[in-house]
């Protein structure tokens, strides 16, 4: 595990992917920085299910490192969303393992799930859920490590405010909507707490250090807009504001 510090830690890459998948659910963006060329493939249209490989090799610049990473994958989702803007009594679940291949470090593997649950309440409240598990079998070079912090895991915190081989994360928010649901736009209010570890490929969760957050946001979804302001309190670290353009979990 490591501590950065003086800004996020971001990675330059150049490199060619190729993407085959089964399935008529898109996958989520990749978020990682630099070139990628994609092709995909639909072998069959199963609404809610998908399964299929990836692979991709890139050359990465990171400060002074110089490497090359080849990867080679399957994944496997499932998705019952009707609405993914504001989803209701619906699961999201993804699964996917890859093996990784590095020039100057060692060959590894990687496991990593994201799993969601959304539950209607009272009126058109929901209460949502998100489990997320990054697990290398071996330790990653630093540019290839899971990241802690921002929108994605830990609220409070900045994105990178740690980074490690493996990653533990969840969140629970309740979703208030609180404009009409005639009204073309939908608003509302959300309070959440977020919680998640990063840790050494060779420690176990048990003995992971975990960090918290909590807060509220402001969420308003229109037709060609989504837009979301989230101010979260990370406990004994400070208070911080993520502003989210698009789809949240």
Wanted: charged share 20%; proline share 3%; with cysteine.
């Amino acid at each position: 595990m490591g501590w950065r510090a003086g800004g996020p830690i971001a990675a330059s890459r150049l490199g060619l992917r190729m993407i085959v998948t089964s399935g008529s659910c898109s996958s989520e963006q990749d978020a990682c920085q630099g070139l990628d060329l994609a092709a995909s493939s639909v072998l069959s249209r199963c609404s809610w299910f998908r399964i299929g490989g990836t692979a991709s090799a890139a050359s990465v610049h990171f400060g002074d490192t110089r490497d090359t990473l080849s990867t080679a994958g399957v994944e496997a989702t499932l998705d019952t969303r009707r609405d993914p803007a504001f989803p209701r009594n619906a699961i999201f679940a993804s699964v996917q393992w890859e093996r990784l291949w590095f020039d100057h470090a060692q060959d590894t593997s990687r496991l990593q799930a994201d799993v969601r649950g959304f539950i209607g309440l009272f009126g058109s409240s929901v209460l949502a859920l998100r489990l997320q598990q990054s697990r290398a079998a071996d330790p990653l070079p630093v540019f290839e490590q899971a990241l802690l912090g921002g929108t994605s895991s830990l609220r409070g915190f900045a994105l990178g405010y740690r980074y490690g081989d493996r990653l533990s994360a969840g969140t629970l928010e309740l979703r208030m909507p609180i404009s009409s649901p005639r009204n073309i736009g939908r608003a509302g209010i959300a309070i959440f707490a977020d919680t998640g570890a990063v840790y050494d490929a060779h420690t176990t969760l048990d003995h992971a250090k975990y960090d918290t957050g909590i807060g509220a946001g402001w969420f308003l979804q229109l037709p060609v807009l989504s837009f979301r302001l989230d101010v979260a309190h990370g406990l004994d670290h400070g208070t911080r504001g993520h502003v989210t353009l698009g789809v949240t979990f």
